[in-house]
């Protein structure tokens, strides 16, 4: 692959008709970091963190309502549990289309990839209801804002996102000496204590990584400073607009935590922020984030020197984002000519849609392309999200199943795009001579198009 076509596959989400060779391939990237949007329109038409999470505390407080009904409990609990799943799926369904639509369109591709990529690192998944109408204002409000932050920055906003906190139970997480703790206790009621599942995540894989040297008593420690983090209205023990992040002093734990050697003395919120202000920038994270970056932009297995250069890059900028991005683009492992990566469905769908000239899809039908081709989108199963090794999820069929959502999207191209002139603008000297020739004797010109997107330039990068 020639510096252009690396910067267009291995960093971006493939190029589009018409693009233009970049003369610096390396500046093309960087240079995106001025122009990124945040919030495109299509995005900002999307329903808020707020808004989803108003409608999900409503829903709580219906179901709470009814069970106080004696009689007619059941049938109302039902009704109000089928209507949160009808709104929550509307907004989750939207918002993979606004997702998907960005990306198409995008001319900031490598800084969309990122955004999919942290989204990924700090995975929730939509399996779960409460985080199903929540999933797409998560990455839209904790991760767009800061892709281009600080790693502490989105660390922060992450953590307290409503769809964090319900996806990993913090939300009722209660410090067996806090008040509430204490009168549950004395009232012989239902046992509630603390729940360790987001601190243990944090640490696994959020920040420092496993093996990196934090044990049990680290996990319990910082789940006891994470208490009292929560979400308004769904409890009636934290004030705040409904839906959104609150912290409720009668569920924290007193006193002070230590973790990981570490003594943390402040009062109530503060002190799981402290925590997590010297995860974002310990030197287990570091690494870890290198590993992951590099492993998802260059190859599986990612050169020890690569992640290195990157970690290094990741310490002596604090965490600063758009540093260790630099870093990353600067390294010479990633400009190698061969390709190393197999496109994940998403990558490759929307790098498909990119190079047939496509500027909109339905959400419902690339929602269902997504589940087709084995990643439904904010679906990852577990907080690990989706591994990013082909050999864990490129199951055999998965090159067949590649080739019949080609030949549907390529009945939605335009009838006069002519492969060869397209696969050449597209990969320009990179194209071999064996794809050259299948394009050439194709019986058709859709049937040429369905083979230059599952051709072996365009499903790996």
């Known amino acids: 692959m020639t510096p252009t076509v690396i910067a267009w596959n291995r960093f971006g989400l493939g190029a589009r008709p018409g693009a233009v060779a970049p003369a610096d391939a390396k500046r093309w ?29 409503e829903y709580r407080a219906e179901r709470r309502a009814a069970r106080r009904m004696a009689t007619d409990a059941g049938p109302l609990d039902r009704s ?8 929550g799926r509307d907004r989750y369904r939207d918002a993979i289309g606004a997702r998907a639509n960005a990306a198409i369109v ?10 999919h990529f942290w989204a990924n690192h700090f995975a929730v998944s939509a399996e779960k209801l409460a985080v199903v109408g929540l999933a797409g204002a998560f990455e839209f409000d904790a991760i767009r804002p800061h892709v281009l932050g600080s790693f502490g920055a989105m660390l922060g906003a992450v ?9 990993l139970d913090q939300a009722q997480s209660v410090g067996p000496g806090s008040r509430v703790g204490q009168r549950v206790a004395a009232g012989g009621k239902r046992k509630r204590g603390i729940n360790e599942n987001l ?115 990741f310490l002596e900028s604090n965490g600063d984002l758009p540093t260790i991005y630099r870093a990353l683009i600067d390294a010479p492992e990633a400009w190698a000519p061969m390709p190393a990566k197999f496109k994940t469905p998403w990558e490759w769908s929307i790098s498909a849609m990119r190079g047939l000239g496509l500027r909109e899809i339905a959400a419902q039908q690339f929602a269902g392309l997504q589940q087709q081709l084995g990643q439904p989108v904010w679906r990852p199963g577990a ?7 082909a050999g864990r999820w490129a199951a055999p069929d998965a090159l067949v199943r590649r080739v019949e959502a080609a030949e549907r999207l390529v009945s939605r191209a335009p009838s006069t795009i002519d492969a060869r002139e397209r696969s ?13 020739q299948q394009l050439a004797r194709a ?19």
């Open 29 to 57: 990237l960087i240079d995106q970091f001025d122009r990124y949007e945040a919030r495109p329109p299509v995005i900002a038409a999307q329903a808020t963190t707020a808004q989803a999470g108003a409608a999900f505390a």
């Open 80 to 87: 109000a549990r089928m209507a949160m799943r009808v709104d």
């Open 106 to 115: 995008s001319d900031t591709p490598f800084a969309e990839r990122l955004v």
């Open 159 to 167: 953590e307290r996102h409503p769809a964090m906190l319900l996806y």
């Open 199 to 313: 601190a243990r995540e944090i640490l696994e894989l959020h920040t420092l990584g496993v093996g990196s040297g934090y044990d049990q008593s680290d996990v319990t420690e910082f789940a006891r400073a994470l208490t009292g983090w929560t979400v308004a209205g769904i409890g009636g023990r934290a004030n705040g607009d409904p839906g959104g992040f609150a912290f409720a002093p009668a569920m924290h734990e007193p006193g002070a935590r230590t973790i990981l050697g570490a003594r943390y003395a402040q009062d109530g919120e503060a002190q799981a922020d402290a925590v997590l202000a010297a995860l974002a920038v310990h030197p287990a994270t570091a690494r870890h984030v290198a590993t992951k970056l590099a492993r998802h932009f260059v190859a599986d297995t990612p050169p020890p020197a690569l992640v290195t250069r990157i970690e290094q890059a």
């Open 383 to 389: 907080p690990a999200g989706y591994d990013d090794i």
């Open 424 to 436: 050449q603008a597209l990969f320009a000297d990179s194209l071999s001579a064996a794809t050259q």
């Open 443 to 461: 019986e058709s010109a859709q049937q040429a198009l369905a083979l230059m997107l599952v051709s072996p330039e365009f499903l790996r990068r």
